[in-house]
């Protein structure tokens, strides 16, 4: 979903638009099936219970089980749905929050560091943290942004406007200064024909 161009300043663009890694939901998800398997297997067990305590028990599975897929799965999944991480040619920006909402911008301009870290898990899953470091703040981290080596090297070109900054520096028998290696002629982020791994 693109991010709404009327919060835009004039002249400023999305470069990337990003919801936090899907690891986010793999519990609730979980709970979702485990809340719908034992719902069902009680349920069942209630149709051998006299009346009225059939009813009762049926309708006290029904409220828990309703209780529990809204508050460990829709909560949860409406809060992942709702967090976004978007960084523009002006700035980079972070919005989080269901009902009370909350946001901070960070202009590339006052950017000194940009970092990441990922874990084992992280690693195999795709995802990890973003450090950010401006000139006037403590550090922000940005936890489990998807493909955070590719979003840490697109911050830092944004930064030092340079897009060509990974470019071969000219070598003998090498391409001239200013014509781009092969390696990166690829559009950056990848588009839907380059699948990514989030």
Known sequence: MAYPEDLLSQGEK????KH????MLLLPYLVLVVTLGLGVWLGLLTRGATAPWDLI???AILAVGLALIVWLFLVPFFRWRTT??????DRVMAR???????GIDIPLSRISSVRFE????????GCGTLIIESSSQEPLEFDDIPKVEMVHTL?????NDNPYDD???PQAGGPAQGQPTQEFTQEYPPQQGNRRGR
């Open 20 to 23: 936090p890694h899907w690891k």
């Open 155 to 159: 911050i830092y070109r944004e930064v």
């Open 118 to 125: 990922h874990g084992l898990v992280d690693r195999i899953v």
């Open 84 to 89: 976004h991480f978007i960084v523009t040619t």
């Open 96 to 102: 989080e929050g269901i009902i009370n909402r909350t």
């Open 167 to 169: 470019w071969a520096h």
């Open 57 to 59: 028990s049926l309708i």
């Open 14 to 17: 999305v470069v990337l638009h």
